[in-house]
């Protein structure tokens, strides 16, 4: 079936209330455009969890901050459109901001979530994820889906999500999907398209400094000398990193028990902030 556009709420309920008087299972992408593969292993996931796959495309301005790259994110319906649909998506729900905050943002109703939303990105982001929580919220409220799928490269805003979805009882399974790399190693992301080519050569560095700190850590070595190690690496390619952290897998800091963790990292290359994790087992 061709994928079908909504911009407005009204349509969008009559559209879903068709699938649930059908009983059929509701599967929900978040998505603000520009879309890649790693969006597509999200419509491909909903596939497999639900009957229905909705996407959504809207560029928040709710979690973007000042000085960040609002105006200049790519806007591509279009071409979103189309990949969508060779993924086999239902429905694209495309609403304006107007739609979405009708009232302006001046005084509308916010979503925090304190705790794991603070630090890592939430740190050097200040408002991003109470942005990222509100419209989630929203979007849930709206579409009311069964399931709904984020990819594990934004690994702070899965949890986010995940203890929104916990706190507020909403009735929805939370998916994580795995990172999505180019051939060499570079996460997915659409703010790769604004590196040029030297700098795109230089990005695959990030998960290679990863990779190796894993190795390390995963071997014991210490971890602050490690951590050092790993931010001379990526200052001497080329990157202003912004974060480089271990933490346990729940975000929590590491202790002496601490198992399964997570390698955080967020670098700038030249006007461009990446972001990539690694999971990692801590030895005895």
């Known amino acids: ?31 603000m455009g520009n879309l890649h593969a790693g969006h597509l292993a999200l419509v491909e996931a909903a596939r497999r969890h639900a009957d229905v796959v909705v996407a959504t495309v809207f560029v928040n301005p709710l979690q ?8 200049a994110y790519p806007r591509t319906l279009a071409d979103d459109q189309a990949k969508l649909e060779a993924a086999g998506c239902d429905l694209l ?15 509308l109703a916010q979503v925090l979530v304190p705790g794991v939303s603070e630090g890592l990105c939430g740190g050097s ?6 942005g990222v929580a509100t419209v989630v919220s929203i979007l849930f409220n709206l579409v009311q889906p069964d399931v709904a799928c984020f990819g594990e490269k934004d690994y702070q805003q899965l949890a986010v999500i995940r203890k929104l979805v916990a706190d507020l009882h909403f ?8 990172i999505v ?14 590196l040029d080519a030297r700098e795109r050569d230089t990005a695959a560095e990030l998960q290679r400094t ?3 700190l894993r190795e390390a850590l995963e071997a014991g070595e210490p971890v602050a000398a490690t951590l050092e190690a790993g931010l001379a690496r990526l200052r001497a390619a080329g990157f202003e990193p912004d974060y480089l952290e271990l933490r346990a897998a729940d975000l929590t ?15 700038r290359l030249g006007k461009t902030r990446l972001i990539d994790n690694l999971t990692l087992t801590l030895p005895h």
């Open 93 to 107: 729900f495309a609403p304006s901001d107007t739609t979405l905050y009708p009232r302006g943002l001046q005084s």
């Open 253 to 267: 800091a590491v202790s002496a028990t601490t198992r399964e963790a997570v390698l955080l990292a967020a670098a």
């Open 125 to 130: 982001r200040p408002g991003h994820f109470d």
């Open 64 to 71: 973007f901050g000042a000085g960040e790259d609002l105006d």
């Open 171 to 178: 009735p929805i399974e939370i998916v994580g999907v795995p």
């Open 1 to 31: 079936m061709p994928l079908r556009t909504l911009r407005d709420i009204s349509a969008l309920r009559e559209a879903l209330g068709e699938y649930r008087r059908r009983g059929q299972r509701i599967g929900l992408v978040p998505t």
């Open 210 to 212: 990863l990779v190796a």
């Open 181 to 194: 790399r180019a051939e060499d190693g570079l996460a997915l992301s659409s703010r790769n398209g604004y």
